[in-house]
């Protein structure tokens, strides 16, 4: 087991499920002693700086899949917007203000199992454009396979994003339309063309300290490159209105497991920060995160880009 007093070794390639589960039962001051070796553990692998990434809600609303934490679910009941796929201007309105704070990834997200063909396409010229602007462009769009993903990445995707959302054990839990497989097969598709890939989950959902690590070693295996952390945000008409929110510093311990378990990969911080993490926002970077989504999510509000900023100024962070 690492200690905060060492050095990180060279060959250190994260800790066990074992050690994992440890410590994962620290509770109080104990989880702030786990930050001094998560620091470091950024530190070495990822170096001293803040990995900025965006997104535009391209098309939102109506999607046939009934993840219970969605707003967008047709089978749930909400106030989320609807609308068809939104003009390349529009896409590239949206890039141009995430560009100006500093984000080097900019991702194109729509609701739906998968885009149509003709959505398709016009995505492909959306990503060239993205390319001409100097962003590294990101993709969200579904259950894709590698003619649909080999289309994207002809057109200058460099990373696409597919979440797994929890363990396969708890995945029945909150979505029946598809399966964890489903997902995997996506990923596969994705690393199979030498795609960047980017795949997290979402937390608070009802899942277990063993499904929390049951899917981050999940992701070890896939080898993905990026690891978005989510926290539930409660939507009224959805199945899951009702559950609150984590505790801050059990959403804190959650991005320092991640951080021990993928040393080398990004963790980045996503929906739900503002509302989970409150006045510990800064900490995420001493937990081990090096990346965060700047701006708003998808149907719920993000802190101010600025405030973001001057936080990763205020601790030390190069963007």
């Given amino acids: 087991m690492l200690h905060s007093g060492h050095g990180i070794p060279n060959n250190y390639l994260g800790i066990d ?9 620290r509770k109080g001051a104990a989880v702030f002693d786990l930050f001094a070796l998560t620091n470091k553990v950024r530190e070495k692998f990822r ?3 803040a990995d900025l990434c965006s997104i535009v809600n391209a098309k939102s609303g109506a999607c046939p899949e009934d993840c219970s934490f969605c707003a967008q679910s047709a089978y749930s009941k909400t106030d989320a917007d609807v609308y068809q796929l939104l003009n390349k201007e529009e896409i590239i309105k949206a890039a141009l203000s995430a560009k100006k704070y500093g984000v080097k990834r900019f991702c194109i997200v729509t609701s739906g199992k998968q885009p149509s063909n003709k959505e398709l396409h016009e995505i492909c010229n959306f990503i060239s454009e993205l390319r001409t602007l100097g962003l590294l462009p990101c993709a969200t769009l ?5 003619d649909q993903l080999k289309k994207l990445k002809d057109a200058g995707l460099n990373r696409y994003h597919h ?3 929890t363990s396969e054990n708890f995945f029945s839990e909150i979505c029946t339309t598809h399966t964890f ?3 995997i097969k996506t990923i596969e598709a ?4 030498d795609l960047s890939v980017c795949s997290g989950g979402i937390f608070g959902l009802g899942e277990s300290w063993e499904d929390r690590i049951e899917m981050a070693f999940a992701l070890k295996k ?3 490159n990026s690891v978005p952390l989510n926290f539930f945000t409660p939507v009224t008409g959805t199945p899951l209105e009702k559950r609150e929110v984590l505790d801050p510093l059990e959403a804190l311990k959650i991005i320092a497991i991640y951080r021990l378990i993928l040393p080398e990969c990004e963790i980045r911080v996503c929906g739900g920060r503002p509302g989970t993490l409150r006045d510990l926002n800064s900490l995420i970077f001493t937990a081990g995160a090096d990346g965060l989504l700047l701006g708003n999510y998808l149907t719920t509000q993000g802190r101010n880009p600025e405030d973001d900023l001057q936080m990763i100024q205020d601790m030390g962070l190069e963007i």
Wanted: hydrophobic share 40%; proline share 0%; no cysteine.
């Fill in 47 to 49: 170096g001293n700086r």
């Fill in 181 to 183: 497989q489903d997902k």
């Fill in 17 to 25: 499920e074992f050690t994992a589960i440890s410590l994962s039962r």
């Fill in 142 to 146: 579904g259950m894709l396979d590698a």
């Fill in 163 to 165: 979440n797994l959302e």
């Fill in 190 to 193: 994705a690393r199979s063309l």
């Fill in 222 to 224: 896939i080898g993905v």
